[in-house]
C-alpha cells in the first residue's frame, strides 16, 4: 500500500463506521462465540472453538488493516480539486485509439478502487498512467497485455 490514502469525507466516513462496527459490535461478539465453544469441553478436540478462534483471527487482522488505512488517510475536499488535469478523485472520460471505446474512469485510493463501478486505482497501469494528463493529451499506458493509448476528452468531478 501507499504511504497516504487520499479518500473523500464520505469514503473516510464509511470506514470510520465500519471499523467502529467491527470493535464494538463484532469483536465482542467473537469474544462470546470463543467462551461458548470453550464451556463444551476439551479444547484439543473442539473444531468449534478452533473455528471461533480462527474467525476471531481474521477479524482482528481486519481491524488493525483499517485502522493502518485510517492512520495514513487525507481527506480531500472535491471543492478544491483542480480539473484541468487529471488527478486522484476526478473522474476521467477517455477513448481508447485501439478499440475507439470510450469510458468513463473515476481516480480513487487504492482502497476504494472498484472496477465494476468505474472506479480505479490511483496506483494501477491505468491510473497512474493518466495522471497529470490534460483534455486532449494522448496517454500511452504499459499494461500486462501490452501497450494501450488513451485520448483525454473529458475532466471532472
Known amino acids: 500500500m501507499s504511504d497516504t490514502n487520499y479518500f473523500t469525507q464520505e469514503a473516510f466516513d464509511k470506514i470510520q463506521t465500519d471499523l467502529h462496527l467491527l470493535k464494538s459490535v463484532n469483536r465482542p461478539a467473537a469474544s ?17 472453538y478452533d473455528a471461533a478462534k480462527e474467525a476471531q483471527g481474521l477479524l482482528e487482522a481486519k481491524i488493525n488493516h483499517l485502522e493502518s488505512i485510517m492512520a495514513t488517510a487525507r481527506i480531500i475536499d472535491e471543492s478544491t480539486i483542480d480539473t484541468t488535469r487529471v488527478s486522484i478523485l476526478t473522474k476521467v472520460t477517455v477513448t481508447n ?4 471505446k470510450t469510458v468513463t474512469y473515476h481516480i480513487v485510493s487504492e482502497g476504494e478502487a472498484d472496477l465494476k463501478a ?7 497501469p491505468i491510473g497512474s498512467g493518466l495522471l497529470g494528463k490534460v483534455v486532449g493529451d494522448i496517454a500511452e499506458v504499459t499494461v500486462p497485455a501490452g501497450q494501450l493509448k488513451f485520448k483525454i476528452e473529458k475532466i471532472f468531478i
Request: hydrophobic content about 40%; charged content about 35%; aromatic content about 0%.
Open 32 to 48: 462470546a462465540a470463543i467462551a461458548e465453544a470453550r464451556e463444551k469441553g476439551d479444547l484439543k478436540e473442539n473444531a468449534e
Open 97 to 100: 485509439m485501439g478499440t475507439k
Open 118 to 124: 468505474g472506479k480505479i486505482s490511483v496506483i494501477s
